[in-house]
Nanobody, 126 residues
Framework: QVKVVESGGGLVQPGGSLRLSCVVSARPTNDYAMGWFRQAPGADREFVATIMWNGDTTYYAPSVQGRFTISRDNAKNTVYLQMNNLKPEDPAVYYC???????????????????WGQGTQVTVSS
């Protein structure tokens, strides 16, 4: 059973930065993908970014491309989401997920992931 725990959320002013962390209980196999998703009140859970565990392949939602960076530290079984230039439309609960999506397209769908963390709140306000 893969367990996922996020941390690093908080309150930040517009234009500020936060770094989210996601620790996985056991080192995923190389065919795993780690994804970040977010969900605002009343909205569906949406894709933010994903990274494959066996390489550096990454995917980003257009709304965060160029502002967010996903990375991983294999030695720590940890995936990070560096969020820069946060905007008023970014606040949400951010979730980390792990699983083995079969395709790159599937890796961007929340339905491709069985293992989820509890979420961490990100608030952007002046």
């Amino acid at each position: 059973q893969v367990k996922v725990v996020e941390s690093g959320g908080g309150l930040v002013q517009p234009g500020g930065s936060l770094r989210l962390s996601c620790v996985v209980s056991a080192r995923p196999t190389n065919d795993y993908a780690m994804g970040w998703f977010r969900q605002a009140p009343g909205a569906d859970r949406e894709f933010v970014a994903t990274i494959m565990w066996n390489g550096d392949t990454t995917y980003y939602a257009p709304s965060v491309q160029g502002r967010f960076t996903i990375s991983r530290d294999n030695a720590k079984n940890t995936v990070y989401l560096q969020m820069n230039n946060l905007k008023p439309e970014d606040p949400a609960v951010y979730y980390c997920a792990a699983d083995r999506p079969r395709t790159a397209a599937r890796s961007q769908s929340p339905y491709a992931y069985a293992y989820w963390g509890q979420g961490t709140q990100v608030t952007v306000s002046s």
